[in-house]
């Protein structure tokens, strides 16, 4: 199993950019899939997850009406649209599956997660 998450850049305050997190070796549809994020010197957070289903998100408190995050099942990848992003959005996001046995459940602690894609760093100038 593979997850190749893309879409990072160096951007200004204000700015948006999408990532992408591309999947082999496993059907997103049959995982909760969730971005997660990782500032220097901090812990790796969760930002926002969608459930197998699909019918279920959820954002952190911090990303909630900025971000949004979607699945394509014919590409078998997982977006997360990152719009009027600030300095505190820089970090390294990751996007990670996991095998839940719910199709609406979307959990936040990062030990359940079983596979993570490798990090795509999002640096925000301000």
């Known amino acids: 199993v593979q997850l190749q998450a893309s879409g990072g850049g160096l951007v200004q305050a204000g700015d948006s950019l999408r990532l992408s997190c591309a999947a082999s070796?496993?059907?997103?549809?049959?995982?909760?899939v969730a971005w997660f994020r990782q500032a220097p010197g901090k812990e790796r957070e969760f930002v926002s997850g969608?459930?197998?289903?699909?019918?279920?998100?959820d954002y952190a408190d911090s990303v909630k009406g900025r971000f949004t995050i979607s699945r394509d099942n014919a590409k078998n990848t997982v977006y997360l649209q990152m719009n009027s992003l600030n300095a505190e959005d820089t970090a390294v996001y990751y996007c990670?599956?996991?095998?839940?046995?719910?199709?609406?459940?979307?959990?936040?602690?990062?030990?359940?997660?079983?596979?993570w894609g490798q990090g795509t760093l999002v640096t925000v100038s301000s």
């Open positions: 969608i459930s197998m289903s699909g019918s279920s998100k």
């Open positions: 070796g496993v059907t997103l549809s049959s995982v909760a």
């Open positions: 990670a599956a996991d095998r839940t046995f719910s199709t609406i459940r979307i959990r936040v602690n990062v030990d359940v997660y079983d596979y």
